[in-house]
């Protein structure tokens, strides 16, 4: 894992020091989102699952809403469900059959909502870029 500070002032900086639940975090939910629901199930059990903040998943048949939500779309999104005041888009890199990655963009909620569009297109553009020359890497 790595990160890049923004120059911002105000910012959201993550702890790569600190553990979350997959489900809570954008890039979590992206590499979840790359499993069948059966895995997601097998992995948490139909239990009610630990909340974060109030804003996280409550349980496991709301987070399977939520990645078949992703898997339609594409981009897997953290509002205030890791940390308070804290955003993320972030997408897959996935290669079935081999490694699956994940990028995300942590932003403060002051600039979410507004900044949303110009994030997703800057990941998506970002995943087209990195994609074929990663897995072209990793195979050799």
């Given amino acids: 894992m790595d990160?890049?500070?923004?120059e911002q002032r105000i910012r959201a900086?993550?702890?790569v020091r600190v553990t979350y639940p997959a489900y809570t975090m954008a890039n979590?939910?992206?590499?979840?989102?790359?499993?069948s629901d059966d895995d997601v199930y097998a992995r948490y059990g139909t239990d009610i699952l630990e909340r974060v903040t109030p804003r996280s998943v409550a349980n496991v048949d709301d987070l399977i809403e939520q990645l078949n939500t992703i898997?339609?779309?594409?981009?897997?999104?953290?509002v205030e469900e890791h940390a308070m005041g804290s955003c993320a888009i972030g997408l897959p890199l996935a290669n079935p059959g081999k490694l699956t990655?994940?990028?995300?963009?942590?932003?403060?909620?002051?600039r979410f909502h507004s900044h949303r569009?110009?994030?997703?297109?800057?990941?998506?553009?970002?995943?087209?870029?990195c994609h074929d020359q990663l897995?072209?890497?990793?195979t050799k």
Avoid: M, Q, W
């Fill in 135 to 138: 897995y072209n890497h990793i």
């Fill in 3 to 6: 990160r890049f500070l923004s």
């Fill in 101 to 110: 990655l994940a990028i995300s963009v942590v932003v403060p909620i002051s």
């Fill in 13 to 15: 900086v993550p702890d």
């Fill in 117 to 129: 569009s110009a994030i997703e297109d800057a990941l998506r553009h970002c995943v087209s870029e």
């Fill in 71 to 78: 898997r339609a779309g594409g981009f897997a999104y953290d």
């Fill in 28 to 35: 979590g939910k992206a590499l979840l989102s790359t499993l």
